[in-house]
C-alpha cells in the first residue's frame, strides 16, 4: 500500500483524456462543480465531470504504476487501495480550475498554447526545432488526441496565472528552517549486527500433535485457491499488421516530411570579435589580410587582449536566429571577408573548421519507415477488424464460431489460480492483456462468455470459462511438508528470537558489541554516516534500521526485524549539522522549504475554491462505474 500510495503524488492528469467509458450506450456525468441543479432539467453553469474522465484516470494510475513496478495492479486491489476515489479528487480538481478560469476571466489564446507546445523539447527533433510528427507520434503512443493535449497544456498554463499570486521568497520563519535542517541533516555512524535465521541449525520436527495443531490453527494459510480453465480471442494489432499496405510513394514521402531524423547537422568550429561598430570590425578584418592573427587584429584596434571569444563547435540553432546564425553558416572557412551585424554588435568572424552535415541514404532507412508507416495505419485496421467481430459475435452468440469466420485462433488456459499461476506455482498466463484475460475468467460465470472488451493498451479479448475448480481447505496429508516447513521456520524464528534478545541485553549491558557478534561467529559492521532518510544496506542498515538509529542515544542498541533475521543497530558517531559552515545548503534548503509551504497555500487556495463553488458527486454512478463486472 506504502507503494501504491507513494506513487500516487497529486497531481492536475495532465495525461487524463482517453478512451470513453461505455456504460449502456450513454455518457453519464459523474460530478458537478459549482452552478445550479434544476429539477428535470440539468445543471444550469458551473463545470461537469464525466465518469469517462475519471475511469481513464484511474487506467492511467494503473499504467504509471506498471511502468515503475513493472507489475500492473489488478482492478480489485487497485479499489481496495482507493485508486479510483483518488482519480475521481485529481479530475473534480481540474474541472475547479476550469471554472476558476472562467469566472476570473482567464483567457489563454492558441498562440500561446502553440508556443508553449513548441517549447517543450520532448516534442523537438534532431534540429532542436519543434517537430510535428514527433508530436504526433507521442501523443499516439500516449492515446491523447491533440484536442485533449492543448486543452490540458491551457489549463496549465491558466493555473500558473492562477496561483501566481502566491510568492514563496520568505515564507519559512529562519528558526523554523533551521531547526528543520538540523534535524534532515544530522548523519549517524552506526554499528551492526546482523542475526540471520539461519543461525539456528537444529530445529526439530514436530511431533504428529504439533503438526495437528499448528494444521488447524493456520488452516487458511495452506488452503488450495479457486482454479479456472478458460478460452479466449485476443486480436491485437498484430494481427492485422499483414493487412497493411504502402506504397513505395507514401514511403519517400515520409522520408522527406522526417528528413532532419535521418541525419546530422552541419557543426562549424567558431572564434569571433566583437566590435561596436563597423568601421572597427572592418579594421580588424583589413590587419588580418595583411598577414596579423585575429587576436593581434583585435587587441590592435579594440586594445583588448581577450577580445577573442571561442565559440567552439557550434549547430546553427545554437546561434541567435537572424544574420549572426546566417552570415556564420555562409561563409568559408577562415576569416569572413565581411563583419556580420547583429542585435549585439558587429561580429568578425573566424571558421576554424567544417564538419558536413551528414543524411542517412533513404535506402538505409526505408524499411524502418514502412515499419512505422505500418504501425500508424494497423490501429485503423485492428478497429474495423473489431468491429465486425462485435457485430458477428452479437449474432451467433458463441466466440467459438465468430473466431471460426474472421480465422482468429481460440487459445485456451487450463487450470490458473487468480494470478495467473498453476497448481505449482508457475506463472502460465503470460503476454499481452494477461492480467485482463485472468481476471476476466474469474469475473465470468462457468460455461458463459464476456463482452467484448478493451485493455488499456488497446488490445481487445473476449473470454469463456470453460470451468470452475472452486477453493477448498485440503487435508493435512495433501499438504504435510509445507506444513512441516512452515512450523519449522516459525520455530527457527522464535529461538533466533531469543538469541537476539540475549545479545541485546548484554550489549545494552555495557558489553562489547564485537565480542558478543564473535561469539556467535558473526562480525559487527560499521557503516558509512547516513541522514534519517538513508540505508546503508550492504551493511545491513535498512531504512527501518535507520528509523531506529536515529532514536537511540550513543552507547544504546536496539534490534529491528526484517524478513530473515534481525539486525542490533547501535550508534558510534553523531554529526551534528553546523548551520555556519553549511551555510549554502541551508539557504538551498530554505528555498525549499518555502516552495513546500508556497505549495500548500496553493492546496488551500484551491480548497477554498472548491469550498466557494460547491461540488456535487453522483455516488450511483461513480459506484456503478466501478462495480466488478456482471457476471454472464
Known sequence: MGVLMTMLIVSFALWGIGDMLKMGGRNADVAHVGGTHIPLYGWLGG????????????????????????????????????????????????????????????????????????????????????????????????????????????????????????????????????????????????????????????????????????????????????????????????????????????????????????????????????????????????????????????????????????????????????????????ASQGIAPEPIKSALGWHVIRINNIEAGKVTPFEQVKDKIEADLKAQLAPDLLIKLVTDFERSLSKTQSMVATAQEFNLKVRTVEGVDARGQDASGKQVVIGPAASELVQTAFATRESSESQLLETPKGEYFVVRTDRVTPARTPALSEVEQKVIDAWQTEERRKLADQKVKEALEKANGGGDLAAIAKDLGLELRTTKAVTRYEADPGNYLTQQATQELFRLPLGKAQSVRSAEGSAIVRPKEIQAADLAKDKDALDRFGKQLDTMIANDLVTQLLGALRAKYGVTVNEQVFAAAFAPQQQQ
Request: overall charge negative; glycine content about 6%; aromatic content about 8%.
Open 47 to 330: 463545470t461537469s465531470v464525466s465518469i469517462e474522465e475519471v475511469r481513464d484516470r484511474f487506467n492511467r494510475q494503473l499504467e504509471q504504476i506498471q511502468r515503475q513496478t513493472g507489475q500492473r495492479p489488478e482492478q480489485e486491489q487497485a479499489l481496495r487501495y482507493g485508486l479510483h476515489i483518488r482519480a475521481l479528487e485529481d479530475v473534480v480538481q481540474r474541472a475547479v480550475i476550469d471554472n476558476a478560469m472562467r469566472q476570473y476571466g482567464l483567457v489563454v489564446s492558441e498562440a500561446e498554447v502553440l508556443a508553449e507546445i513548441a517549447r517543450n523539447p520532448v516534442f523537438q527533433g534532431t534540429t532542436g526545432a519543434f517537430d510535428p510528427a514527433k508530436f504526433r507520434a507521442l501523443l499516439q503512443q500516449a492515446r491523447i488526441s491533440e484536442a485533449a493535449y492543448t486543452a490540458d497544456v491551457r489549463r496549465q498554463i491558466a493555473s500558473t496565472q492562477l496561483f501566481s499570486t502566491v510568492r514563496t521568497e520568505g515564507l519559512a520563519p529562519a528558526s523554523f528552517r533551521d531547526d528543520i535542517f538540523k534535524m534532515e541533516s544530522e548523519r549517524r555512524v552506526a554499528e551492526v549486527v546482523y542475526i540471520p535465521d539461519a543461525i539456528v541449525v537444529d530445529v526439530p520436527k514436530p511431533t504428529a500433535e504439533q503438526l495437528g495443531a499448528y494444521f488447524e490453527a493456520n488452516k487458511a494459510r495452506f488452503q488450495i485457491p479457486e482454479f479456472r480453465a478458460f478460452s479466449y480471442v485476443l486480436m491485437t494489432v498484430d494481427d492485422v499488421m499483414g493487412q497493411v499496405a504502402v506504397t513505395p510513394e507514401q514511403v519517400k514521402q515520409e522520408f522527406d516530411a522526417r528528413a532532419a531524423e535521418f541525419g546530422s547537422p552541419e557543426k562549424r568550429d567558431v572564434d569571433q570579435a566583437m566590435a561596436d561598430s563597423e568601421d572597427k570590425a572592418k579594421k580588424i578584418i583589413e590587419a588580418t589580410k595583411a598577414g596579423k592573427s585575429l587576436e593581434d587584429a583585435a587587441k590592435e584596434v579594440l586594445g583588448n587582449a581577450d577580445g577573442v571569444v571561442k565559440l567552439g563547435p557550434v549547430l546553427k540553432k545554437d546561434l541567435p536566429a537572424g544574420p549572426l546564425a546566417d552570415g556564420v553558416f555562409a
